[in-house]
């Protein structure tokens, strides 16, 4: 009876519960340390310590993903609306006066002058709007967008892979080192997106088109690592025609690799959108339309 008393007091640290959140939305205890900015030991540690709290394991650590347990599951949604609520306690008792917010999803390569520009203008025409602003990997994007933590995003994904507010092509490029160039090694070597990333198969499968051997020189989640990485003489890869630099050798039809047309960038909003999301994601597809003209 003691043990049972003692349990309905457990007090749920809320840095905890953060992290558990965003351990379980990156599928990756790395990712998730980055984006806490702490180290993977000490995203172990506290995850351990949760579950100690809870009695029960609340993730399933597998050779490449972390996915959440029956129970894992349960206490996220109720994690979800306390980190809400103290979100909200938070903005009250500092005299907040922000009536709305909006949570933005970007790739890496769209955080640039023409977004900030955009952005900027949104909100002089709505300053009582507070915009919250992510970047990363499409993947990432996407999936925080299904679990209702984005109100508007901005992905790369694999033309009509999921349905969507509106869609432009991407143009996509093969890119080697302008320096020093590694095409002709044997095996090649590839600078890739970790694995389920944009761009990898079509990589692979396109040297092995070629009747070449490969192996994985670099992986990187970061597109700037991986910009970095082929103009360093890594290898070869594959990026949007707006991620080549002078630092890269565009590749195409001459060393035998094929044109690829099947990427488009997708804006995802649910149909219930507030009008601020509305309004903001018609100033991207007005910017978006003038470009991809």
């Not at 649910?270 to 597809?285: C, Y």
Request: proline share 5%; net charge positive.
């Amino acid at each position: 009876m003691t043990d049972r008393i003692a349990s309905r007091r457990t007090l749920f640290d809320l840095d905890l519960l953060r992290t558990m959140v965003m351990v379980a939305d990156c599928g990756s205890f790395t990712t998730a340390a980055a984006r806490l900015h702490s180290t993977q030991s000490t995203v172990s540690q506290q995850i351990r310590r949760l579950e100690d709290m809870a009695g029960r394991p609340l993730l399933v650590r597998a050779n490449r993903d972390v996915h959440p347990t029956d129970a894992g599951h349960a206490l996220l949604g109720i994690a979800r609306q306390m980190l809400a609520l103290n979100d909200q306690m938070r903005e009250v008792l500092a005299g907040a006066t922000v009536a709305v917010t909006v949570r933005l999803g970007v790739p890496e390569d769209f955080v640039s002058r023409r977004t900030s520009t955009l952005l900027g203008r949104f909100t002089r025409r709505h300053p009582h709007v507070k915009l919250e602003v992510t970047s990363g990997l499409s993947r990432d994007l996407a999936q925080a967008f299904d679990h209702g933590d984005l109100d508007l995003v901005l992905v790369k994904q694999r033309r009509a892979s999921r349905p969507a507010v509106a869609c432009w092509p991407e143009p996509m490029r093969w890119i080697d080192s302008a320096r020093t160039p590694r095409l002709q090694e044997d095996p090649v070597p590839l600078v890739t997106f970790p694995a389920r990333g944009l761009y990898r198969d079509e990589l692979i499968a396109a040297v092995e088109t070629l009747d070449r051997r490969w192996r994985i020189s670099f992986t990187s989640s970061s597109l700037s690592g991986i910009q970095e990485a082929v103009a360093d003489g890594m290898g070869i890869s594959l990026l949007p025609a707006r991620a080549v630099t002078r630092a890269h050798r565009v590749l195409g039809v001459r060393q035998g690799l094929p044109v690829l047309d099947s990427f488009e960038i997708a804006l995802l909003h649910r149909p219930a959108a507030e009008p601020m999301v509305l309004e903001l994601a018609s100033d991207f597809v007005r910017l978006l339309d003038h470009e991809t003209r």
